[in-house]
Nanobody, 116 residues
Framework: QVQLVESGGGLVPPGGSLRLSCSAS????????MSWYRQAPGKGRELVAA????????NYAGSLKGRFTISRDNAKYTVYLQMNTLKPEDTAVYYC?????????WGQGTQVTVSS
């Protein structure tokens, strides 16, 4: 079955950086568009960044562009999210998502907490 496993979350002070990873299995990774979403306490899930199957097209939530970078390594079946200059409002559970046509899969999420 398809599995998406996020890692790399944790507690970081404001201004710090984290790199999230999402390792995929059970699918042909190079044929799926991948995305990162996040959900803060009491809020809905929102798109953070997306990358096409080949990595040639990137999209970011407008407010995050410049601080966050999405990338993928199709040989390693992994998608990454580099997060820099983190702010308390970036605190959320971050989810990995795989999409191909009508098929979509979610990871279990990884907690990111930005606090001093």
């Amino acid at each position: 079955q398809v599995q998406l496993v996020e890692s790399g979350g944790g507690l970081v002070p404001p201004g710090g950086s984290l790199r999230l990873s999402c390792s995929a299995s059970g699918l042909t990774f190079s044929t799926y568009a991948m995305s990162w979403y996040r959900q803060a306490p009491g809020k809905g899930r929102e798109l953070v960044a997306a990358i096409s199957s080949t990595g040639g097209t990137l999209n970011y939530a407008g407010s995050l562009k410049g601080r966050f970078t999405i990338s993928r390594d199709n040989a390693k079946y992994t998608v990454y999210l580099q997060m820099n200059t983190l702010k308390p409002e970036d605190t959320a559970v971050y989810y990995c998502h795989a999409q191909k046509g009508g098929l979509g899969y979610w990871g279990q999420g990884t907690q990111v907490t930005v606090s001093s």
